[in-house]
């Protein structure tokens, strides 16, 4: 079942009034199934981040659809729009976002609180989810009191406590050393495995890339081909350095 369908996809930055604006997205079709955990890589200005804004509803397509869980996001006005993002989309991003003025267990909370869940529900929630995360006993501490792999595993965890459709990833291991990328990318691929969460990533990073299970590169716009893991990582990894060295993707 398809929890992405993305139809003729266009994206043109400042085209009104007749002036000839700049093509991010080139009308793109593309599908994400439940389940799926997908990259996307391409090269510097290829239109990823556009996609992702697009998905997220931060920008609005030109033209064409955008169907996420049956709800086709090009035609929400932006309040129903906001709702969606709140009660369907899950976020990772490179720096975490954690507030240091709420405990962990607060922090993971949010979004049910701001969907205001009761305090009987937001608890069957979090317990199996810290516990499958290994910060079940970290709950009370506050974001300066853990280390930043702890810190990578809250954010995860806020990210799919409201299990949204889709968890979408900018660059997760962005600002991260190699032990802590790793950490983090295991983590996000046992939320894909073991707890079955949709996760679209944007990476430059062929390692971080290397845990997906298809990866979808995109040029001007468009998708320019698609690998699937041959064998294991290692070799996904080397079969990811090949095709950005066809189509170019590292950072520019
Ligand atoms: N707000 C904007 N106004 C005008 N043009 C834009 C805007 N944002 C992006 N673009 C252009 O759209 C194209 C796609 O940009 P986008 O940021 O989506 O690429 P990217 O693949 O994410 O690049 P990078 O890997 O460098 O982050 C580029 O030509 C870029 O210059």
Redesign the pocket.
């Known amino acids: 079942m398809d929890i992405i369908t993305i139809n003729h996809l266009v994206k043109v ?2 085209g009104h009034k007749g002036a000839n ?2 093509t ?1 997205i080139d009308g793109m079709n593309l599908n994400v199934e439940k389940g799926e955990f997908v990259g996307i890589m ?10 992702l ?1 697009i998905l997220s509803g931060v920008d609005k397509a030109t033209s064409g659809e955008v169907i996420i869980d049956g709800q086709d996001i090009t035609k929400l006005t932006k309040d129903q729009m906001a709702l969606f993002r709140r009660e369907r989309i899950g976020y990772i991003f490179q720096d975490f976002n954690l507030l240091d003025s709420l405990t962990l267990r607060e922090n993971i909370a949010l979004p049910l609180i701001l969907d205001k869940q009761s305090p009987n529900e937001i608890e069957d929630k979090l317990a199996p989810l810290m516990q499958f995360l290994g910060i079940f006993d970290l709950k009370d501490k506050y974001p300066y009191h853990i280390s930043g792999g702890q810190k990578q595993r809250v954010a995860a965890a806020r990210a799919i406590v409201n299990e949204p459709a889709v968890v979408l990833a900018d660059e997760p291991t962005g600002n991260l050393d190699s032990k802590s990328a790793n950490q983090l990318m295991s983590t996000i691929a046992s939320l894909n495995e073991q707890w079955g969460s949709t996760i679209l990533m ?1 990476s ?1 990073d062929p390692f971080a890339a290397s845990f997906c299970k298809r990866i979808i590169f ?1 040029k001007d ?1 468009n998708v320019e081909m698609e690998i699937r893991p041959a064998g294991d990582r290692k070799q996904f990894f080397d079969q990811i350095l090949e095709a950005q060295s066809v189509i170019g993707g590292g ?2």
Not at 42 to 50: A, D, I, R, V, Y
């Open positions: 930055y400042n604006g700049v991010a391409g090269p510097s200005g290829s239109g990823k981040t556009t996609l804004n944007v430059h995109i716009g950072r520019a």
